[in-house]
Every structure is written in structure tokens, then in C-alpha cells.
């Protein structure tokens, strides 16, 4: 606190500062020079005025509770004034809606009433009608009653029914202008009552605000309520601290009275007093500059550390940054051992897939020579099956079709080596399934060990697999060396390589997109890597 803020201090002529007390001396020697005495004594012994800091502190409370009851009145006003406004808002929309109401009752009326001149007018037109009906009747008695002397001329009789019928149309033409005009009416009416229905939505919609904002208006006023709590709960500490600071002047001046006996030391604590004052003012200085250095430090701290970084990042604490780099190393080293597991499963599948290439080689060349000495509708089949085998080895196409159909049509003339031939496709199939596994990168499980073992378990059972296919091959020699006519070793050997290129085809697939996802997993990787090197 600052001496500079005592200027609106209430207990001020209890309490007089030093250099106050100095002027007044120098005015008035006489009248003011115990007091003075009394308040070079004090900071004398004691070396500052804690009973002018308490008050100081005190006021600066009592200031900072004036300004905040000032906003929470004036919260309070705007509340009350936002308030009225609602309740007039209120009675505005209830006032709407019973007029509305009102012209909705009105409108029902209309419409009743209309709706009984409606009835009435069918009413008369039905006996119109039923009346020219009966005229219509007399006519023809007339007419047929024309032969006889006695009756009366017919022209007496015509001339009052025609009469009749015209006064009965031009009824039934004015009864259909005014149901034109009552059919006018109701779609007005329904148009309004649309119009009516649309402004009682409104005002329900404008109801429901009104309730949300009478919701909130009760949750401000609870606010309200514990505000004006937290008021009461300061003047109660301000009353006490008022009361603490009486007590606080009375024991000042009952020490100022124990101490106008003694006014030998008033000089020397009047250079005290003056040395203390030059003492704040130089360090009041020098902690200006010690702020200035600061100011200029940080900045230029923070020029040094945003040099390299961008525009959106900002300076980290030392500790910050600590525990980022070491986490980072963490994660790198976590990424360089994923890395080598990766690598050595891409090894292994590389070898994999040389031996895969190299059988399929053999078998293809095994194929053409079997296939070369059978019929020319085999011989057709064959080359089908031979440049869908070379396609799907180069991997440019994929004929699945085929060699499904073919695969198929034999199936039902050689179950045994059928068996036999889709348990090692099965096995080719488990073995594409667990290499595309491995080449994942390690992200699907955090068990760093278990790359390896799986890439020795695909080579333990890849020559158990290629042993199952040659071994096919060679019961399928033998069986044509034991004596099979050309016609049951060409359906065979069309079988076998229709067979075999299914395999082989669906082993290129998974082995390409396993790659695929192995680079990919290593672009990632190194990106990732290259990010934490940077940072």
C-alpha cells in the first residue's frame, strides 16, 4: 500500500503522517509540536506505521465492497427493468391471444350459421326440384288427357305451371349464387382461421420464451440473493474491521499521550524520518529499473526462443519442455524399435516371396510341357488358363471366372486330389493371411517380440506347403504314367492348372497389398520420425 492512497482516510486527524506533522511544526510550533513528537516516536520505535497500513488496507476494502454493492445494484435495476419489460411483453401476448380467441369463437359462429343457409338452401332446393318433378307429372296427365271433350283447355292449364317453373329456376339460380358466395365465405373463413391458428403458434412459441426467460429471471434473482448474502457477510467484516481500527487509534492515542513527556529524541527522528523518505524514494527507483531490466529481459528471451519456431507457438517453460523432449524420445525410440521389427518381417517376406516366384516358375513350366501333348478343346482351355496364370503372376489382370467354372466342372470327376489340392490352397491362403498380418507394423498390438516368431512360423510352413503342391504334381505324373487315356489326362491337368492359377492369382493379390500396406506404414513411420527429429 501506498501513502498516496490515505487522502479520503476518515480517521485522519487521529492519525497525521510524518511530513504533515513537519508542516504543521513549522506553521504552528507551538499548538502541534507534541503531536509531532508523538509521530517521530512512533516510527521511531517502531520504524513504520502499521496502524495507517491496516487503515490503508481497511479503506481500500471498504472502497472495493462500495464499488461492487454500486455493479450489483445496478445489475439488480437492469434485472427489474428487463423484468417489466417481460411482464409487459407477457400481457401484450396474453392480450393477443384472447383476441384471437375471440375471433376464432366469432369465425365458428359464422361458420355454424353458414352451415345452416346451407342446409336450408338444399332443403328448398330438393323441393324445387321435387315440385318441378310434380309438375313435370301433371303435364303428362294433361297431355294425356288432351283427347277429351270435358276437360278445360290445356294452354289454361300450361301457362300457370310454366309460370311455376320459371318463378322455381330463377330460386334455384339465386340459391347457386349464394352457395357460390357462402363457398367464397368459408374459404375466407379458412384462410383466416390458417392465419389465426399461425398467430396462436407464435404467441405459444413466444410463450415458451417468456417461460424460459421468467426460469432465468428466478435463477438471477437466487444470484441476486446470494449477492446481497455476500454483501451483508462484508459489512459484517467491516463493521469489525472499523471496530478493530477504534481500538487500533484509541491504544495511538493513549501511547501518543504516554509519549508527549518525552521530547528529547524529536530532531534525531525527524532525520529518521527524512532519511526513511529518501530510502523509499531510491527504492522506489531502483525497483522501477529491476522491473524495466525484467521487461527488456523477457523480451528479449522471448525473441531468442521465437526465432526458430512459427508464429502461432509461444515460449514453454523449462520444465514443460523437459518432460515434452523426454516423452518425445520416449515415442522415437518406441518408433525405431517398431522400425526394426517391421524391417526384419519385410526381410523374411521378401525371401518368402523369391521362393514363392521361383515355384510358381517351376509349376508353370511343369503346366505348359502337360499341357502341350492334350487335345485341341483342352489345348483351348489350357492357353486360356496359361495367360491368365502368366497375368496373374505379372499381376496386370484377374480372371477369376474361369478358373472357378473350371474348378467346378472337375470337381465332381476327382474328389481325392480336389481335397488334397484345396487343403494346400487353404494353407496358401493362411500363410497370405498371416504375412499380410505381419507387415502391419507392429500398430495392432504393442508386443514388440511377436514380428519375429511369426515370420519363422511362414517359413516353417511355407515348405511344408510347397511340398503338398509338388507332391500333387507328382501323384498327377504318376497317374498319367500308370496308363490314363489322353482324354482323362488332359481334363486332369486342365483341372490341376485351373486350380493352381486360382491359388497362385490370390496369393499375388494379398502379397501386393501387403507390400503396399508395409510401405505405407513406413512412409508413415519415417514422416513421424523426421517430425521428432525436427522438434
Known sequence: MRNGDVDREPFKPA?????????????????ASPRADVDDIITLLHGSDPVRVELNRLENE????????ADANAEIKSLRNSERLKEKAVEELTDELKKVDEKLKVTEA????????????????KAALAAQFAAEATLRRVHA??????MPPIEAIITPLEAELKLTRLEAAKLQEDNRALDRLTKSKEAALLEAERTVQIALAKASLVDDLQNKNQELMKQIEICQEENKILDKMHRQKVAEVEKLTQTVRELEEAVLAGGAAANAVREYQRKVQEMNEEKKTLEREVARAKVSANRVATVVANEWKDGN?????????????????GEMQQLRDKLAVAERAAKAEAHLKEKYQLRFKVLEERLKASTGNSRTASEGRGMSNGQSRRQSIGGAEIFLKSSSNIYLSRRSLNPQSGSLRSNSASALLRNAKMSSRSFDGGSRS???????????????????????????????????????TEKSK???EDYVSGMLYDMLQKEVITLRKACHEKDQSLKDKDD????????
Not at 513421424?528 to 522438434?535: L, V, Y
Open 15 to 31: 492519525v497525521l503522517s510524518s511530513s504533515a506533522s513537519f508542516k504543521a511544526r513549522k506553521a504552528k510550533p507551538n499548538a
Open 62 to 69: 471498504v472502497r472495493d465492497k462500495d464499488r461492487e454493492l
Open 110 to 125: 359464422l361458420l355454424e350459421s353458414k352451415n345452416l343457409e346451407i342446409k336450408k338452401i338444399n332443403d328448398e332446393k
Open 145 to 150: 288427357a288432351q283427347k277429351d271433350d270435358e
Open 313 to 329: 507457438d509461444k515460449v514453454m517453460p523449462v520444465k514443460q519442455w523437459l518432460e515434452e523432449r523426454r516423452f518425445l524420445q
Open 446 to 484: 504393442l508386443d514388440r517380440g511377436k514380428m519375429i516368431p511369426d515370420a519363422a512360423e511362414k517359413n516353417r510352413m511355407l515348405p511344408s506347403n510347397g511340398d503338398q503342391i509338388l507332391g500333387s504334381d507328382i501323384v498327377r505324373c504318376e497317374e498319367s504314367s500308370n496308363g490314363i
Open 490 to 492: 488332359a481334363e486332369h
Open 528 to 535: 513421424a520420425i523426421e517430425r521428432n527429429a525436427r522438434s
